[in-house]
């Protein structure tokens, strides 16, 4: 076999180059650099294999065993594997993450774990290398080599939507491109020149090198050019087929996207448009709409809000649009928070979410403002120029009210006319008796944050949640239908009665939709920052009250989302009482662990092995002495791995948690295995759910639950010193109870009954 073309080895390499270069780039995982290794690795195999003189079954062969290795010594190298120590832990940490996706492809369901990322994303770099190489080395078929990684390329670049350019990657890939046509096309036509003509001149090999060199850099700057010039909108509509065809494929398999079975097809706080109209039953999937990273803090992810009511439907009077250029003076406020969050979407969006009210993004976009005097104005929402499609990753601030309650008791009503001109409105449809009874619940709150804080409670204990609330009667208004018919709803129901009663007693409100926090992700959490994952589920609507030194407050009306936690609150309502069975929060005291500790059954060791498992005898000869000696090693060697592995199992990837974090996410993981996990349930509900099961733990449970909702939500609490105490209290109870319910699954309820009705038969009486 002859020696094949540098060129179109070095083309080959600009490509895999251009490809990894731009993912590494694009920075969808932080320390995603080690994939260049796998990259680069395919290529020299591709090369020395397309060399060889192996069979391409043989050589594929031999390139699934490189890359196998290569992949798995990257997955191995990442920071959280290989914190566990030797490699045959880290390889069945490796086998355990790959399984659980695995089971997810197949559900339909999602699993983003960073280790899985980097595995298969560098298997697929790997796979794409080396097939280029080959392809192009041992048959010069060029375009075997650059339409896959050209569609990696650009995928990637579609899709990503940071501040960074693509644009060298791009280049650099067309100039490799159109290097490798023309070589392989070169290499190709003169094997067979000799054949056909005579008297060639030496130079003609040198002149087309030098013609497809100079083609493919003047290829290269017009994708480079190509790269940064935006889509116009004809464009957009050629590509719309291709893009929604691409988009249910990456949601599928990328993404590991649910069905999301709903029987509502659109749901309305999912538009984000300029009105809301306020329907009958709504079903959410658990499909997952986004993952925010974000500093700890209570947060809802904003898209926009509503300030004209006409008793069934919002209306979001703002109509001046800014571009995203335009110079804008935003209002100052006192104890506020600028707060920035990184999320990634898992479906098209045209709305850019920020946390809290918006102040802007990474992303270009335009402004819809509301006009506040001749200076200033406010961004009610920020809409993206352009359709943003699953994958886009962009950074977005707002900001949060970090307002104490005595602070919010002590502002001013003298509001601005801005506010009394949107705010106050009530349209005729409301009816007199809805104001009435907003008037007798805050019968004794003197300021507006406590005839808000008393309707809010009110609201979420008087009202049930429902999502199969019927449609209102066509001459029923909404917030009486909620109040006086249907005494239960969801979200918008409870948003609008509350901005409506808040309206009626000259307390300025306005409703606001977007998402809930969500589910914070535990093994990715950190001190510093933590991963929350919003489902469908989480779409929600709640309510914003203006106080004129502080801006715009958010207050939870709605049963179904925990209550805001504000200072001064969780001191305020600490019992100093015993815990009851209610979700409270409840003393810290050092006394109060170890009286609780002391009625908690203390730990018990795993049974030995039964005494009539090794048969005794007289006389033991020295095989039979060195069998039972194996035997017992072997048993005994099996319970110490039993042990190291079942702690493992417990904590693995939770080690590099603080103590109270760590403790929470093991008593999630054995409410996991023991089926008593519900992932709606609220912090505290899910403790009242296992202190149902567990009455001795119920202390301990409420106590660690009110630890671990403080350090997530409190900026400023410091976890307790000695908080890793509650492990080892609760976890021998959480284990006894495993292992009964795993005997049960395996004996079956009768065989269990009468396992242990026999051994009180032969109990030794006392």
């Known amino acids: 076999m002859r020696r094949p073309a540098p060129l179109l080895l070095l083309a080959v390499a600009l490509m895999q180059a251009a490809t990894a270069g731009s993912i590494v780039a694009a920075e969808w995982e932080p320390r995603s650099t080690p994939v260049l290794i796998a990259a680069a690795l395919s290529v020299l195999a591709g090369t020395a294999l397309a060399y060889s003189s192996f069979s391409p079954l043989v050589s594929h062969g031999f390139a699934a065993v490189y890359g196998a290795f290569v992949v798995a010594a990257i997955g191995g190298s990442q920071p959280q594997v290989a914190a566990l120590g030797d490699w045959r832990a880290r390889v069945f940490y490796l086998g355990e993450a790959l399984t659980r996706w695995a089971r997810a492809v197949a559900a339909g369901e999602i699993t983003r774990e960073t280790v899985v990322f980097m595995v298969v994303l560098s298997a697929l770099l790997w796979g794409l290398g080396y097939s280029a190489t080959w392809q192009a080395l041992r048959y010069q078929r060029a375009w075997h080599a650059i339409l896959p990684l050209g569609a990696m390329l650009l995928s990637n670049a579609y899709y990503y939507a940071g501040a960074r350019s693509l644009a060298p990657f791009l280049g650099v890939f067309l100039f490799g491109a159109l290097l490798l046509l023309s070589a392989s096309h070169l290499a190709t036509r003169a094997a067979h020149w000799p054949s056909l003509l005579r008297g060639l001149p030496a130079s003609l090999s040198g002149w087309m090198l030098l013609a497809s060199l100079s083609a493919a850099a003047v290829s290269a700057l017009f994708g480079w050019r190509l790269s940064a010039t935006p889509l116009i909108s004809d464009r957009e509509e050629v590509l719309r087929p291709l893009r929604e065809t691409y988009e249910r494929i990456t949601q599928r398999l990328s993404m590991l996207q649910t069905s999301g079975r709903s029987t509502v097809a659109v749901q309305p706080l999912e538009q984000h448009a300029d009105s809301l109209t306020l329907s009958g039953a709504r079903t959410l999937s658990s499909a997952i709409v986004m993952e925010v990273n974000a500093p700890p803090a209570r947060y809802y992810w904003r898209a926009t809000s509503y300030d004209s009511y006409d008793g069934r439907t919002w209306r979001n009077t703002a109509s001046t649009l800014l571009r995203a250029e335009a110079a804008l003076r935003l209002p100052e406020y006192a104890a506020r928070e600028r707060v920035r969050a990184v999320l990634t979407l898992f479906r098209s969006s045209d709305t850019l979410f920020t946390p809290a009210q918006p102040l802007g993004a990474s992303i270009r976009a335009q402004r819809l403002i509301e006009v506040l005097d001749e200076a200033q104005a406010a961004i009610v929402q920020l809409r993206a120029e352009s359709l943003l499609s699953p994958g886009v990753r962009y950074e977005a601030e707002g900001s949060l009210s970090r307002a104490s309650v005595s602070e919010l008791r002590r502002a001013s009503t003298q509001y601005p006319d801005w506010v009394v001109e949107r705010y106050l409105q009530v349209p005729p449809q409301v009816p007199d008796r809805v104001r009435g009874l907003a008037a007798n619940i805050t019968r004794g709150s003197e300021t507006p944050f406590d005839k808000a804080t008393a309707l809010e409670r009110w609201l979420r204990e008087n009202i049930a949640y429902d999502e199969a609330l019927p449609e209102p009667p066509p001459d029923t208004e909404a917030s009486d239908y909620l109040l006086f018919h249907a005494r239960r709803g969801y979200c918008t129901y409870y948003a609008t009665a509350m901005v409506m009663m808040l309206r009626g007693l000259g307390v300025p409100a306005r409703l606001a939709v977007g998402y809930a926090q969500g589910m914070p992700l535990l093994g990715r959490a950190s001190e510093h920052s933590v991963t929350y994952r919003v489902t469908e589920r989480d779409s929600h609507a709640w309510v914003e009250v203006f106080f004129p030194e502080y801006g ?147 202390p301990l449970l409420r106590e660690l639950t009110e630890h671990y909702v403080r350090y997530r939500f409190e900026a400023h609490h410091l976890a307790p010193a000695d908080a890793d105490r509650w492990l080892p209290v609760m976890l021998p109870v959480l284990r006894q109870a495993l292992r009964q319910r795993w005997s049960a699954r395996l004996l079956g309820h009768g065989a269990l009954v009468a396992l242990k009705t026999l051994g009180r038969r032969h109990r030794p009486q006392p």
């Open 552 to 698: 715009w407050v958010e207050f939870e009306p709605t049963a179904a989302q925990p209550p805001i936690p504000r200072m001064e609150d969780v001191v305020a309502t600490l019992p100093e009482a015993e815990p009851t069975p209610t979700p409270e929060p409840t003393p810290t005291s050092a006394p109060l662990i170890a009286a609780q500790s002391a009625t908690l059954p203390t730990p018990t060791a795993l049974p030995p092995p039964a005494p009539h498992s090794v048969s005794p005898v007289s006389r033991s000869t020295p095989s039979s002495a060195l069998l039972a000696a194996l035997l017992l090693a072997l048993v005994s060697g099996s319970v110490v791995l039993a042990r190291r592995g079942w702690s493992w199992m417990e904590t693995v990837g939770l080690e590099a948690l603080p103590p109270v974090m760590r403790a929470y996410g093991v008593l999630l993981r054995y409410a996991s295995w023991l089926g008593l996990y519900c992932p709606h349930y609220t912090p505290y509900e899910q403790a009242e759910a296992l202190a149902l099961e567990f009455p001795a733990l119920a």
